[in-house]
């Protein structure tokens, strides 16, 4: 789609061809069932055991604390679910500590382990950028807190949070540390030794990689129950045949991305600050959301006062421009995301939200193209709110 200018990598990114080519031979060459005894299984189990390799190299762990998934939201169920009932199992602690600003795929997990499975959450309280702080964390721990999650990076509006230091108190207080990084992988470094957590979630399909597979960084030691009971895969921690050909997907994409890292940073970095200042200088009403440098630098993302973000996004794809919002349009009845409501927007800000998220592909050409139609289009937006109200 050339008539599209793609900015909207935090959604998701296409596949890196290098990926593609690695992953080809896996669907029928080599397509045998890891589990199997005979040859073309162990040619299988051997691609599967090489990609748990490479990510462990990447992530500087052990590969037998590697656990295929099939995304990132797997991840954090595996994560959330899997640990906390290992945990009460253990010693009866049923308290998870988490915040509003989550991905869905943790804080509707750890709704449902309230509503429907007797824990407790406590909704931890952000700052006016979206980011937790350890001393927040620390005050909440007790000896029934079964686990702690805290997101790496913000997929909303970009900011990133203090893993390495939250991991550091829950360790001290003995309490399992679980970060999605599934928005943080393509641009941060993923070393466990030094983030120091507990459990990581990755997603592919945020850094190149194929949809529909992700991992998850179990430490060694930490107590975890199956979530998907069945065969024995995955050291029985996540039953079902593994695919093959996406997990070595994966790992090539995660290779790539650490290999790659400060230089696909370098290249968005200018292009992402190119927006954020003359946004700000141009357009009337408008507030960065998320944190101003503590940030992901592919990552742009505000709130136009009075302005639907949807209408908004509608009238960018018209012109060619496919952004995303944050806020979940409920039919006939828009409310603005819990992340804005996290930050503290105000309703009139929290419904006008813009995420600009650029990639490997992106051009100044494209920035600026899309700079000079943004204030126009924000104009227009409110002029029809105004109309329609
Ligand atoms: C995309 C995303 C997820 C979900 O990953 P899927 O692979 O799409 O299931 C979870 N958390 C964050 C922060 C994300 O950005």
């Not at 045998?32 to 490479?54: D, F, K, L, Y």
């Not at 070393?191 to 979630?201: A, G």
């Not at 990689?209 to 060694?220: D, E, H, I, S, T």
């Amino acid at each position: 789609m050339s008539d599209l200018t793609y900015f909207d990598y935090a959604a998701t990114t296409p596949v890196d061809p290098r990926v593609l080519a690695v992953m080809l031979p896996y669907f029928d060459e080599t397509f045998g069932n890891p589990s199997s005894i005979h040859r073309h299984g162990q040619r299988a189990e051997a691609a599967v055991e090489a990609a748990r390799e490479t990510v462990a190299a990447a992530l500087n762990c052990r590969p037998d604390e590697i656990v295929f998934t099939s995304c990132g939201s797997e991840s954090d169920n595996l994560a959330l679910r899997g640990e906390a009932l290992a945990m009460r199992a253990k010693s009866g602690a049923d308290w998870i500590l988490t915040s509003r600003a989550e991905h869905h795929a943790v804080s509707k997990t750890a709704e449902q382990l309230e509503k429907y499975f007797g824990f407790k959450v406590e909704w931890l309280e952000t700052d006016e950028f979206g980011m937790l702080a350890p001393e927040t964390v620390e005050k909440a721990l007790c000896s029934e807190t079964a686990l702690v999650s805290v997101m790496y990076a913000n997929n909303e509006i970009g900011t990133l949070n203090p893993i390495a230091e939250i991991a550091a108190i829950c360790r001290a207080h003995g309490v399992p540390f679980h970060s999605d990084a599934v928005q943080a992988a393509a641009y941060l470094p993923v070393d466990i030794q030094t983030l120091n957590v507990d459990l990581l979630s990755l997603g592919a399909h945020k850094f190149y990689g194929p949809k529909g597979v992700g991992a998850l960084y179990v430490r060694k030691g930490t107590a975890i129950l199956p979530v998907q009971t069945g065969g024995g895969q995955e050291s029985g921690r996540r039953a079902g045949t593994q695919n093959v050909p996406y997990i070595v997907g994966f790992a090539e994409a995660l290779r790539l991305t650490v290999a790659e890292r400060d230089q696909r940073a370098a290249h968005a970095r200018p292009l992402r600050d190119q927006i954020i200042g003359r946004v700000l200088e141009e357009i009337p009403e408008s507030r960065l959301t998320g944190h101003p440098e503590l940030r992901l630098p592919n990552h742009a993302s505000f709130a136009f006062k009075d302005v639907d973000g949807n209408l908004l996004l509608t009238l960018l794809d018209a012109a060619g421009f496919a952004c995303s919002s944050g806020s979940a349009c409920k039919t006939g009845n828009p409310e603005p995301s819990e992340v804005m409501a996290a930050i503290g927007l105000e309703r009139e800000w929290g419904l006008g939200s813009l995420r600009i998220t650029l990639g490997a592909a992106t051009t100044p050409a494209e920035v600026e193209a899309f700079l000079k139609v943004l204030p126009g289009l924000v104009q227009k937006a409110r002029v029809l709110k105004a109309i329609n109200a």
